[in-house]
């Protein structure tokens, strides 16, 4: 059994190497642990999205190597870590108090993303992150969460489609279309249930005026 306690990881991309190596030291390496116990100690250190990626396999040695997988692909691809990146200098808060303490805090933070980023082969003093990387995180915080989720299905196979511009406003612009089309649809639908609507509702005012006049006629 593991001499330490296992190292928690809960989803976000940029705990994950620090996570995996820990893990990779303490259980996978080890000759002794039968993947399947492997498999059974990495769920257990796993909550939240990253627990929710790998929940659907049984717990068998065969799907051990499956669920590495799945995680490094999910929450280890260097596109992702260096766009998480990007983006929590985007989120940091402005420093509004000119204190000491609040400007070490602003230091920390941004220091602590550049050189990240720079650890990442993404220097910012040698030009090495470009425009659009850093354009392409603060268009994607500008989406609703559901076309957001689109863009990440259509770049993830494909880590050079994650800063490409002229894909990402195609696929905005393709979207605008779908809803149009959507919307289009749903009026169509609306106009077509309304128009029977009123057909059935005529067809009875003529039924129930014939019955009334035969009732009254002698």
Sequence with gaps: LPRHELPKFH?????????????ED???T?????????FSYLRSSLSGS?????????????????AIAILKNRFGRKDVVIQSHIRKLLEVEPCVKTSAENLQILHDELNLH???LGALGKDLNSSRIT????LMELFKLKLPIAIRKKWEEEIFTDEAKSSDLDL???????????EQSVVKTQTLGQLRLTKSMKTTATAERVTTT???KAKIEP
């Design 26 to 28: 303490c259980i996978h």
């Design 114 to 116: 550049v050189r990240a």
């Design 50 to 66: 990253a627990l929710a990626a790998i929940n659907g396999l049984s717990l068998t040695a065969a799907n051990y190597p499956a």
């Design 210 to 212: 014939t019955a009334l």
């Design 168 to 178: 990402f406003f195609s696929f905005l612009l393709k979207q605008v279309r779908i």
């Design 30 to 38: 080890r000759r002794d642990i039968s993947d399947s116990a492997k």
């Design 11 to 23: 989803g976000d991309v940029l705990e994950f190497t620090a996570f995996w190596e820990q893990f």
């Design 131 to 134: 425009a659009a990387e850093i």
